[in-house]
């Protein structure tokens, strides 16, 4: 029988990466009145939104370069990808508590830690394709390469964790940053060449 | 490495607009009684959800035949959409929001707005998929027709927006015209003979 | 320019096809409690649900039947579908409208006029394709019978609506009649042969 | 006429599993407060949920591993498809019930039950796709062996719906069993070299 082919697990997680996308602006309930100030009331919630949004939307595009560098899959790398979109499908529930516990640790803390779980997935699944692909120099670089950045964003989000007690604006600055860093101009210029920013 | 194909793309925006179009729907909420009352009460917001699947349905289509032009894309075009589905996620919000507070200028202008900066970053892909395939002139001449429809539907939109503060009425006419322009006959020969309508 | 494929309007239609019938199952509204009778309570929602599920995978089906003879799509056939797809959108709202008042002659004849309004729109559709292929006889005759059929059970679902207020019970045996037609033996023959019932 | 092509049954089959994953975790309702205690109070659901997506996902694997064997699909088989996909869009609503109400009987039955009916309505597809593959003998010998894993798996969730009245523990420990003798070395191996675990 011939190898799996990717289309099914790329179009499964592409719509689990659209439902969560999706699902998260349902938290943003609508004003019953029309003032400016329910709208303004919203802001928390929305910043939420916008940042859970870029940080999902990064992981699908690596998802798209990582899995565009594979030609089949096994069984292994479906259950790898599952695991990878299990804790993936709790940003929602995240990203709607830290926008309703703005200033609390708790919250603060939960996020970071669900994006570390979903950056360790993703990084597992990166480790499997690249085992599959090791006669391929050149892409073993680049995996090994990108595998490092993902152990660095997913350190940087663990220790958002207890920095939420210490200063819960340590940890929003930590949010902050890895998606910036993703923008940086280098990494814009590796895009433009159409590679996978680092 | 081949380029990334643009089947992921097409199929994330479509699981994207799918969950929009259809979770407007579920802000219908429904009538505890079986009244004839109860129903016309939900009268303003069955027309702001007609009003958004047509806006969102015509984006979709644009999209459709944008995306048809393009051979391959970069990790640019892949956050030019990236860019594009966050401003149209927004859409069920606002659609809620004017539904719910039907005659109120802040809903109305917010309601422009979104739909103001989601057709600006569609122009900002279309511009960047036309920078790609500057070297074929009819293609280029079709990008810059389809770009000034863009602009100026984008204009309408954030004209309306201020608008609302004068008379309601006058943004809702210019949140009818612009679908209505897109539907006149000369644009429905061209969609028969399977062009993009202008 | 090549013509436009099919599919992403099957992509598009496919995804909110599913988020149909996967929201109809969110009015299930969890018993708070976990007695028998909070679970009995639950009933016509649950057979509304069985009910509307079985008429939207029917239309789904006929779908993936009629996109399969096209081999291209114009910009009028993305529209009509988009139609088809709008009416087919508000099923989620009559089926929790009749569940929460289920022998109320209002939600029972809106009910039907949407399901009408949807197959009207899906004949629509037909007719459009089936014009892009009268060259080719033994689809132009098929088109042609199951014009006919679906002709047939959109004037049942309109005769339902005035019906229902002369018996809720006669608009929902039509309800029920239209599926059944659909399963007899004769059209089950067929579906093993791989044709689509008439 | 071609053959219709699988494309879409699994396509349709991808967005329907997608949403109901993705659903279940809106059940996870954003505590008010951000207390840990709160949090703490969600551990019943959370654990449904995963234990869910757990059971969700193994059926989407095994779906996937099926119908890389099909070729093309009849009528029949996307009727037995949107059966099963009728049993399983029903887990949403089981796993909030078992969620809310943890230690009763009739939800923790429920669960059971509904399992028991997706898992016998993904057999009753596996041997029709089987039918049509009678030709082959290492196919046939591969669903036959898989039938019988689907069948006792089908028979131990039907056991544990009268044992939830015996003791909930009993049957939660089945619903626990049945992935785990999934993931077991043996298995593993197996999805390791590329094959479907038994």
Not at 60 to 71: D, E, I, S
Not at 96 to 110: C, D, M
Not at 115 to 144: K, N, T
Request: hydrophobic share 55%; charged share 10%; glycine share 4%.
């Amino acid at each position: 029988m011939q190898p799996l082919g990717k289309s099914r697990l790329e179009a499964f997680s592409d719509g689990v990466v659209a439902i969560i996308v999706t699902i998260m602006v349902l938290e943003l309930k609508v004003p019953h009145d029309a003032s400016l100030h329910g709208l303004v009331q919203l802001t928390p919630l929305f910043l939420s939104y916008a940042l859970s949004f870029l940080v999902v939307a990064i992981l699908w595009v690596n998802h798209h370069h990582l899995l565009h560098t594979a030609h089949a899959v096994t069984g292994r790398m479906l259950w790898l990808n599952n695991h990878f979109l299990f804790w993936l499908s709790l940003v929602p529930f995240t990203t709607a508590y830290i926008g309703e516990n703005h200033l609390a640790p708790l919250p603060v803390a939960l996020y970071g830690l669900v994006l570390c779980l979903a950056g360790s997935a993703f990084d597992l699944l990166r480790r499997d394709i690249a085992r599959s692909q090791a006669s391929d120099p050149a892409l073993a670089a680049m995996h090994h390469r990108s595998s490092r950045i993902n152990a660095a964003s997913a350190l940087l989000y663990l220790a958002a964790v207890p920095l939420a007690w210490v200063s819960v604006w340590l940890s929003l600055a930590i949010y902050l940053l890895v998606p910036a860093a993703y923008f940086m101009p280098r990494n814009i210029e590796k895009m433009a060449a159409g590679q996978q920013p680092a």
